[in-house]
């Protein structure tokens, strides 16, 4: 029997919109498990990827972990496809950039509307935040960009099988949204 198409998914600085988009599929999921098996992803909480056909990213880069992350699929998926305008160009998560980190900081933690007990978090197991937040292309080079926020469910319908038919992904004008 042939082996699966192998797929790895991830969210990093993103809000999992991207990923209901995939899910979004809806009944030609069904299809779609039939030829392919889902490696390090939210929908299976595998921690790691490991050898990945395609890989998945939603989501700015904004701290350490979102990149170790992201090197990670990389290193691992012969083929990154990044979905969503908050990979694409940074999106809702890089309206910080206009401020400093310090900044940021002090008005989440230390004294923005409704904080009650001020505290900057510092428990050594999160991730650092970085100075500002980056689309994912200016860390790992990336081989297709999906528009939108979300991308519709067709159009990663679309390029995953094209991908999965060994097809230069291609759309149409009506089938690209930016919106
Ligand atoms: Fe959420 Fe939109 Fe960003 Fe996707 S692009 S992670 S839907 S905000």
């Known amino acids: 029997m042939k082996d699966k198409i192998r797929i790895a998914t991830t969210s990093l600085a993103g809000c999992f919109g991207c990923h209901m988009s995939i899910l979004d599929i809806d009944e030609r999921l069904i299809d779609l498990v039939e030829i392919v098996e889902f490696n390090r992803s939210p929908l299976t909480d595998i921690k790691h990827a490991s050898e990945c056909d395609i890989g998945i990213i939603e989501g700015a880069v904004a701290n350490s972990e979102n990149v170790e992350v992201l090197r990670e699929f990389r290193r691992e998926c012969k083929i990154l496809v990044a979905i969503g305008a908050c990979a694409l160009n940074g999106g809702i ?87």
């Not at 790992?140 to 159009?155: E, Q, R, S």
Request: proline share 14%; hydrophobic share 35%.
């Open 93 to 179: 998560p890089a309206m910080r950039n206009q401020f400093s980190l310090a900044e940021c900081i002090q008005e989440s933690y230390l004294d923005g509307i409704g904080l009650d007990k001020p505290l900057i978090p510092n428990d050594p197991d999160l991730p650092d935040l970085l100075n500002k937040v980056h689309p994912v292309q200016e860390v790992v080079k990336i081989d297709y960009f999906l528009p939108g926020c979300p991308p519709p469910a067709d159009m990663i319908w679309k390029i995953l099988n094209d991908l999965l038919a060994g097809r230069e992904p291609s759309f149409t004008p009506d089938q690209i949204h930016y919106d």
